[in-house]
């Protein structure tokens, strides 16, 4: 958008990229009054592409005439220009630019040095940027202060004023993967194109925090190569929603401390950059992404190691890890319950000794089970002899059950 104001001799242009030139192509039968007119004409058009005159879409450019849209992320830039209309030379300009937003104040002036002298028809040009990290309001404010030849002092301000827009709406949903043997959580990270113009996803990456490493599950393994799940051309049209998918897993000093995971724990931000129409890049970065962490009680109880597939009556081993995720030593029993599938060898009520807080320690154990399917492993339970209180462990994990013996039919 230009904006001239010959009064003061000020001059302001935001910067943007030209885009394609639209036509709006007008065909008939051969058969009609005008004949083969509307064809010769649309390809003696220079604005049409050639063979494909009927399409709106033409092989020039053509410079913006208004405003266009500023989104959040995205670099806003203008060009300034104070132009002497007046037939006397004028000395000591200050020219200032300030970007006002809901929050802030910041000064975009390239320089803040006055010119000494600007002769009559001469001009001060300025190019501003600045990397839009708000939404809502902006106020451009350009200030212009000069001595006239007599030594008098003006001054005088102009603004303009914009919108800036949300590019794109994310959403994000954690899952805990409680039957694991690690305390792996899975983020899913929605973001919609919530604009009128495709996007091409340059990155979509989750900078983890401290107490994390994080894999990238957007990618398929083929050869020594990964391709990506959404295809060669990574583009969002208008309205569109794409899902994006990664494991965060404790770093080994913090998963070794039961209490430390506790809580709300903060995993990291994602980092989204983007090109629009003819190249124009914008990058966001969402706070930092919180969750609440499954609570464990005083002892929690997960698998180190447990088969995927055992035979029908073959005894199999699991291997159990006891965390005291209290602030106080306990002294533990271990009970097993036999349930209708399931069957603990070994024996119950034997005493697992003390454990002292954030400490652990592994268990293994044997069982087996009487009937096929997928069978859901459950029956432990452990008492603190100190305060006489029990924990139930049930539906601790499951396990597939098949016949080793195959039948044959004659």
Not at 72 to 78: I, K
Not at 144 to 167: D, H, I, M, N
Not at 248 to 254: H, V
Not at 362 to 372: E, I, T
Request: hydrophobic share 35%.
């Amino acid at each position: 958008q230009l904006i001239v104001l010959p009064s003061e001799g000020h001059l302001l242009m935001r910067l943007t990229k030209p885009t394609l030139f639209t036509n709006m192509p007008v065909t008939c039968e051969d058969r009609d009054l005008p004949g083969d007119l509307f064809g010769r004409l649309m390809k003696e058009d220079p604005s049409t592409i050639k063979g494909a005159e009927a399409l709106m879409l033409g092989e020039m450019l053509t410079l913006p005439q208004n405003f266009g849209n500023i989104f959040l992320g995205e670099t806003f830039s203008s060009y300034i220009s104070v132009h002497n209309d007046s037939t006397q030379e004028v000395k000591d300009i200050l020219v200032k630019a300030d970007l006002q937003t809901s929050s802030q104040r910041l000064n975009l002036s390239a320089s803040n040095n006055a010119v000494t002298e600007l002769k009559p028809e001469s001009c001060i040009d300025d190019v501003i940027h600045h990397e839009v990290k708000e939404i809502g309001t902006h106020i451009l404010v350009c200030a212009v202060s000069y001595t006239t030849q007599a030594g008098e002092k003006l001054y005088f301000r102009k603004f303009f004023k914009f919108q800036v827009l949300k590019p794109l709406d994310v959403k994000t949903k954690f899952y805990n993967a409680e039957v694991c043997f690690t305390d792996e959580v899975f983020l899913e990270a929605q973001i919609q194109n919530i604009t009128t113009s495709p996007m091409f996803m340059e990155k979509v990456s989750l900078e983890p925090s401290m107490m994390y490493n994080v894999t990238e599950l957007n990618t398929v393994e083929t050869g020594d190569e990964g391709t990506s799940t959404f295809g060669k051309m990574s583009y969002l049209q208008p309205m569109d929603t794409r899902q994006y998918l990664y494991c965060l897993k404790p770093k080994s000093e913090f998963a070794e401390k039961a209490g430390v995971i506790k809580g709300v724990t903060v995993i990291g931000k994602l980092d989204i950059v983007w090109k629009t129409n003819l190249g124009e890049k914008g990058r966001l970065q969402t706070s930092q992404l919180q969750r609440m962490a499954p609570g464990y009680g005083d002892v929690r109880l997960s698998l180190e190691m447990i088969p995927d597939t055992v035979n029908l009556e073959e005894p199999f081993d699991i291997t159990c890890k006891i965390t005291n995720c209290s602030e106080r030593t306990m002294d533990l029993v271990l009970e097993m319950c036999n349930t209708r599938s399931i069957h603990w060898c070994g024996v119950s009520g034997r005493q697992l000794g003390k454990v002292s807080p954030s400490a652990s320690l592994s268990l293994p154990l044997k069982l087996l089970s009487s009937v096929q399917g997928l069978q859901s492993i459950s029956g432990l339970r452990l008492t603190d002899t100190f305060l006489k209180r029990t924990y139930e462990y049930d539906d601790i994990a499951q396990v597939c059950v098949v016949c080793p013996y195959m039948s044959r039919e004659s």
